[in-house]
């Protein structure tokens, strides 16, 4: 199993334009989420969705939206990037959660918005 | 509110001194509490959960709810423990697994 995949690795942006982040699990898992990890902030959660067409926000979604059609993919679009969006974009899924809930991660999106 | 602390930014020690890695929360109801490990050049990845009781490469953590903390402990410290290390709390009123992450605390161990 691959676990959790994202794509791209790096990206640089000029402000004002979009792109998607990818993201893909395969294992079969309900529940995936969006992460932004900022220095010296910890992770912050963007969006989450519980299966396939339920999204719902997290604590940061200003500029961003999501889509859920598959169980499998997770996309994470940016419409206007800004210098704020400036991150490493982590995405993870875990299995229905309870006390041993465990989120696996993918190896994250590093953006730069110039 | 529900919040993550980890008051310290960068904790570095010698090979072989004992670490401490402190976790704060605030939590209204009982909290599931995670560490979470990231070493370089890899993901993160899930290192204990507080309802296992368990010890993973020598680490443990005990909740005390008195406090409100979960602090992250290890006897005797390897270079290999170098790493980013984040406390998380479960949280949210519906069972969703959202996580709350601390700021996260970088362990530097020298030889």
């Known amino acids: 199993n691959a676990g959790v995949t994202q794509t791209p690795k790096f990206r640089i942006l000029k402000i004002g334009q979009s792109m998607t982040l990818q993201c893909a699990q395969d294992?079969?898992?309900?529940?995936m989420y969006w992460y932004r990890q900022d220095p010296g902030m910890g992770l912050k959660l963007i969006y989450y969705?519980?299966?396939?067409?339920?999204?719902d926000k997290g604590e940061v979604p200003n500029g961003y939206n999501v889509s859920r059609s598959t169980t499998e993919d997770f996309p994470l679009r940016l419409e206007l990037a800004a210098p704020s969006q400036t991150s490493v974009y982590f995405c993870?899924?875990?299995?229905?959660?309870?006390?041993?809930?465990?989120?696996?991660f993918g190896p994250g999106t590093r953006l730069t918005v110039l | 509110a529900q919040r993550v602390t980890q008051p310290e930014k960068l904790l570095s020690v010698f090979k072989g001194a004992p670490v401490e890695l402190k976790c704060n929360y605030s939590?209204?109801?009982?909290?599931?509490l995670f560490w979470y490990v990231q070493y370089s050049r890899q993901r993160l990845q899930l290192l204990l959960r507080?309802?296992s009781r368990e010890s993973i490469k020598g680490f443990t953590a005990d909740l005390n709810k008195g406090e409100t903390s979960f602090h992250l402990k290890k006897p005797f410290a390897q270079e290999e423990d170098s790493a980013m290390y984040y406390c998380?709390?479960?949280?949210?009123?519906?069972?969703?697994?959202?996580?709350?992450f601390g700021q996260g605390t970088t362990l530097q161990v020298k030889p």
């Open positions: 939590y209204s109801g009982s909290p599931e």
């Open positions: 294992m079969n898992h309900n529940y």
């Open positions: 969705s519980v299966g396939a067409g339920i999204t």
């Open positions: 993870a899924s875990s299995y229905p959660p309870g006390s041993y809930n465990e989120q696996f």
């Open positions: 507080h309802i």
């Open positions: 998380a709390l479960a949280g949210g009123s519906s069972n969703t697994g959202k996580l709350i």
